[in-house]
């Protein structure tokens, strides 16, 4: 299975950034999908996550109302999509893939995924 982001970037405080990651090499709809990020020097943290069915989302505090997650089944693809960015946000950001019979479970635990991709820097300026 290998999960590609793509969309990272410098951009200024308020900005905005659309983060898409593309899944191949098993049905998409087998998947709960999630975004993770990691800023140097701290622990992975859980960002986003997506139903199996698209049904459901769930957001860390820190970004509620500001980042939506939403995904593509014709396109198998998962989407972040940052508004008002701030210079906290900096960071790596990472999709990852958990194998699921769940169609309306979403997972903010890292353990319960089972793919991950390389990850894009997204980079916010003060």
């Known amino acids: 299975v290998l999960l590609a982001e793509s969309g990272g970037g410098l951009v200024q405080a308020g900005g905005s950034l659309r983060l898409s990651c593309v899944v191949s090499g098993r049905p998409f709809s087998t998947f709960a999908m999630g975004w993770f990020r990691q800023a140097p020097g701290k622990e992975r943290e859980f960002v986003a996550s997506?139903?199996?069915?698209?049904?459901?989302?769930e957001y860390a505090d820190s970004v509620k109302g500001r980042f939506t997650i939403t995904r593509d089944s014709d396109k198998n693809t998962v989407y972040l999509q940052m508004d008002n960015l701030q210079p906290e946000d900096t960071a790596a950001y990472y999709c990852?893939?958990?194998?699921?019979?769940?169609?309306?479970?979403?997972?903010?635990?890292?353990?319960?995924?089972?793919?991950w991709g390389q990850g894009t820097q997204v980079t916010v300026s003060s």
């Open positions: 997506v139903s199996r069915g698209a049904g459901q989302t």
């Open positions: 990852a893939g958990a194998q699921t019979s769940y169609s309306t479970t979403t997972y903010s635990n890292h353990r319960s995924y089972d793919f």
